[in-house]
């Protein structure tokens, strides 16, 4: 068995991909061949697949879901931080919540919600 996040977008997967590699260097993608945009991506061993859906539906992302990352220094954080909540919406900022030593959850520009820790 295997578990894979998957991300509908609408017209958007390929700047999401694009975004999200800049911010997670290291991360690795690849294009899907086909008449419909899907790619695949892995964040420290995690799998993702983006997909642009090919009809428009009534629902997008929620923060319900995020993906949590416990990041490894306070400067990727940051600039983690900033990257995705540029355009997009701030729900908790860098902060100690006790919980953590510094963590934030934020929502990009594409709706897809993030929590950034570090532990």
Same mark, same amino acid.
């Given at each position: 068995?295997?578990?894979?996040?998957?991300?509908?977008?609408?017209?958007?997967?390929?700047?999401? &991909?694009?975004? !999200? #590699?800049? *911010?997670?260097? =290291? $991360?690795? $993608? $690849? *294009?899907?061949? =086909?008449?419909? !945009?899907?790619?695949? @991506? $892995?964040? %420290?061993?995690?799998?993702?697949? &983006?997909?642009?859906?090919?009809?428009?539906?009534?629902?997008?992302?929620?923060? /319900?879901? #995020?993906?949590? *990352?416990?990041?490894?220094?306070? %400067?990727?954080?940051?600039?983690?931080? +900033? %990257?995705?909540?540029? =355009?997009?919406?701030?729900?908790?900022?860098?902060? +100690?919540? =006790?919980? #953590?030593?510094?963590? %934030? @959850? *934020?929502?990009?520009?594409?709706?897809? /919600? @993030?929590?950034? +820790?570090?532990?």
């Amino acid at each position: 068995m295997k578990v894979t996040t998957y991300l509908m977008f609408e017209g958007k997967a390929p700047a999401a &991909l694009e975004l !999200y #590699s800049q *911010v997670f260097p =290291g $991360s690795v $993608s $690849s *294009v899907r061949p =086909g008449p419909v !945009y899907m790619a695949d @991506w $892995s964040l %420290a061993g995690h799998d993702v697949i &983006l997909m642009d859906s090919p009809a428009h539906h009534e629902f997008t992302f929620t923060p /319900s879901i #995020s993906l949590f *990352v416990d990041m490894d220094d306070v %400067a990727h954080q940051e600039k983690a931080f +900033n %990257a995705l909540s540029e =355009g997009g919406k701030v729900m908790m900022p860098l902060d +100690n919540y =006790g919980f #953590s030593q510094r963590f %934030a @959850w *934020v929502s990009d520009r594409f709706g897809v /919600s @993030w929590q950034l +820790n570090l532990p």
